[in-house]
């Protein structure tokens, strides 16, 4: 039987929003881990925790992250002066460097209980980027993996062309995983310049909507992905 996923479309909010949101369904899943440990260590007999795998769509007002092993000066401006452009910042608690979130940009957050599936963030990672390449191609669009790095390229190892369209960055705490990925879709890639995108240097970043010369809707790259993640990963969306 396959596990089932909770599946919630947040639609535009802000980021911080989003990421108490997060961490209130990590804490919940935290804490029923602990309940359960808690009536091993009375003797109960059979006992599993009983956390619920999340996965959250999110579009955001524009905002720069830095990740936890991220440098500041990778961002390019001041604070003040994203600020002054609107623009929201924040150090925060998952892996990598500086990204950009915005609006027509498909935000993913899984809060998975990676404890019931496989104890191995390099393999979710690799799943996570099989996701969305995946659904690139369902829009005909080809991209793979770049040596050494995290996320979806179109190009990958064609030097000088890569562009990286997806950026992956997580935080597992006791096997349970938050933050994830952003697919740019029709997104303004202006706010780019303004940041060294998850550190590198020698690299593009791209789009749906400047790979295949059109919008795309929001509403069908949604259902590929979502269609997608429940088959890589084997869940069952409810």
């Not at 925060?92 to 915005?102: E, K, L, Q, S, V």
């Not at 190892?157 to 740019?184: D, P, Q, Y």
Request: proline share 3%; charged share 25%; hydrophobic share 40%.
């Amino acid at each position: 039987m396959m596990q089932q996923l909770q599946f919630t479309d947040l639609g535009v909010l802000d980021y911080k929003s989003a990421w108490d949101i997060q961490e209130q369904l990590l804490q919940k899943n935290l804490q029923a881990k602990s309940f359960a440990r808690a009536q091993e260590d009375a003797g109960v007999v059979g006992v599993s925790a009983d956390t619920i795998h999340n996965l959250l769509f999110v579009e955001h007002p524009p905002v720069y992250t830095l990740g936890k092993s991220g440098k500041a000066e990778n961002l390019l401006i001041s604070q003040e002066e994203c600020i002054a452009r609107g623009i929201e910042y924040y150090p925060i608690n998952r892996g990598g460097d500086i990204t950009f979130h915005g609006l027509e940009q498909l935000v993913g957050y899984p809060i998975l209980d990676l404890e019931k599936m496989y104890t191995d963030i390099g393999r979710y990672l690799r799943n996570i980027e099989q996701v969305i390449i995946l659904s690139l191609a369902d829009f005909g669009i080809a991209s793979g993996r770049s040596a050494g790095e995290t996320g979806v390229w179109i190009d990958a190892g064609v030097v000088g062309s890569e562009r990286k369209i997806c950026a992956i960055g997580v935080r597992c705490s006791r096997w349970i995983t938050m933050h994830g990925f952003a697919l740019n879709v029709n997104t303004d890639l202006s706010y780019f310049d303004n940041i060294i995108p998850c550190g590198i240097r020698d690299k593009q970043v791209t789009s749906m909507k400047r790979e295949l010369g059109r919008d795309v809707p929001m509403d069908e790259i949604k259902t590929s992905v979502l269609r997608n993640f429940e088959k890589v990963l084997d869940l069952e969306c409810i």
